[in-house]
């Protein structure tokens, strides 16, 4: 088993940056790829970043198209913290934003099918 912790989740203000964290903890040698996602109030979770560490993805990221640009996911492997840098926060990134783990090599981690274990979530509210 995987356990994830996020945090860093917060208020701050549209064009404001905030740092999001997933520290793993377990059998974290099985994880091959991290991502996050997020789930804003009355709509589905959707994907935001993924970094993948073996296989044919090895050393890729992945980001939604709405988030290219002032996002950036970053981590080296599943035993050191995974990041999510959020630049030019917008009052649309308000979210509660999840880490995901993946035990399974794939061409791409957008789909949250992918993926074996999940954090608790950390809040982030962007105001205008």
């Known amino acids: 088993q995987v356990q994830l912790v996020e945090s860093g989740g917060g208020l701050v203000q549209a064009g404001g940056s905030l740092r999001l964290s997933c520290a793993a903890s377990?059998?974290?040698?099985?994880?091959?790829?991290m991502g996050w996602f997020r789930q804003a109030p009355g709509k589905e979770r959707e994907f935001v970043a993924a970094?993948?560490?073996?296989?044919?993805?090895?050393?890729?990221?992945y980001y939604a198209d709405s988030v290219k640009g002032r996002f950036t996911i970053s981590g080296d492997s599943a035993k050191n913290p995974v990041y999510l840098q959020m630049n030019s926060l917008k009052p649309e990134d308000t979210a509660v934003y999840y880490c995901?783990?993946?035990?399974?090599?794939?061409?791409?981690?957008?789909?949250?099918?992918?993926?074996?274990?999940w954090g608790q979530g950390t809040q982030v509210t962007v105001s205008s």
């Open positions: 995901a783990a993946s035990k399974n090599y794939a061409n791409g981690y957008v789909s949250d099918h992918w993926y074996d274990y």
């Open positions: 970094i993948s560490w073996s296989g044919w993805s090895a050393g890729k990221t």
């Open positions: 377990g059998r974290t040698f099985s994880i091959v790829a």
